[in-house]
């Protein structure tokens, strides 16, 4: 069964560096998206992308972050200066949109934990 | 703003019985779809079962069905014949038509053989 693949799965860096995390969306899908989670708060969205342009994104999603799909298959999400708050689970989702509705169903990465120190 | 509150941070179920997560939210919107997720321990969310506003009758999906109480906001989940799978944290999540999901903070359920 086809399904979202992250990398890394924990990255550790120092504040101030940057950080890519890559997914790869399922290939038949049109949207992606990037949402978060700080250790015991919500899932929180922070950018969706679709058409090789971001379509919606949050006011989490600042200047310091930016996402690209370079080559047709990944996904990347790039923080610019890291700062200790970053420090969370990101999860990569894609979902398929039908003509009629959006089906509603996301499917997600396992997630890529970033510890900023 | 959406807003989306699991009050039931932590929840246990002995096996083969049943147990229902709470979930309520708020929106002005009249459109709109619910979700559960459940995310296992180290695996990716996966859907379990998603209700369009629109509908009256509540979804089902095998051993999970939903109360969809659209005047309260409310939409809870029910889990029946819990199995020792089913151990997981569960998501409610909350989408208006949009790119957009809004999640709530989640509900650990552990199932106790």
């Known amino acids: 069964e086809p399904e979202v693949t992250q990398t890394p799965s924990h990255q550790v860096t120092q504040m101030g560096q940057e950080v890519i995390l890559r997914c790869v969306p399922i290939s038949n899908h049109l949207y992606f998206y990037w949402y978060r989670q700080i250790l015991g708060q919500k899932v929180e969205f922070l950018v969706s992308?679709?058409?090789?342009?971001?379509?919606?994104k949050s006011e989490i999603f600042d200047d310091q972050f930016s996402v690209e799909r370079p080559d047709g298959s990944n996904f990347t999400l790039k923080i610019r200066s890291t700062k200790l708050e970053d420090s969370a689970m990101y999860f990569c989702?894609?979902?398929?949109?039908?003509?009629?509705?959006?089906?509603?169903?996301?499917?997600f990465g396992e997630g890529s934990r970033l510890t900023v120190l | 703003a959406q807003t989306v509150t699991q009050s039931q941070p932590e929840m246990s179920v002995q096996e083969a019985e049943t147990v229902t997560l709470s979930c309520t939210y708020d929106t002005s919107e009249n459109n709109y779809y619910l979700f559960w997720y459940k995310q296992p321990p180290s695996r990716q969310m996966i859907l379990v079962i998603r209700q369009e506003a629109y509908k009256q009758q509540n979804a089902t999906e095998n051993r999970f069905s939903v109360n969809f109480q659209k005047a309260a906001k409310s939409f809870s989940l029910k889990i029946s014949d819990s199995q020792l799978g089913d151990t997981a944290m569960y998501f409610c999540a909350f989408m208006k038509g949009g790119n957009q999901f809004y999640f709530g903070t989640g509900t650990s359920l552990t199932v106790i053989p």
């Open positions: 992308f679709y058409n090789n342009e971001i379509s919606e």
């Open positions: 989702a894609s979902s398929v949109r039908t003509q009629a509705k959006h089906t509603g169903e996301l499917f």
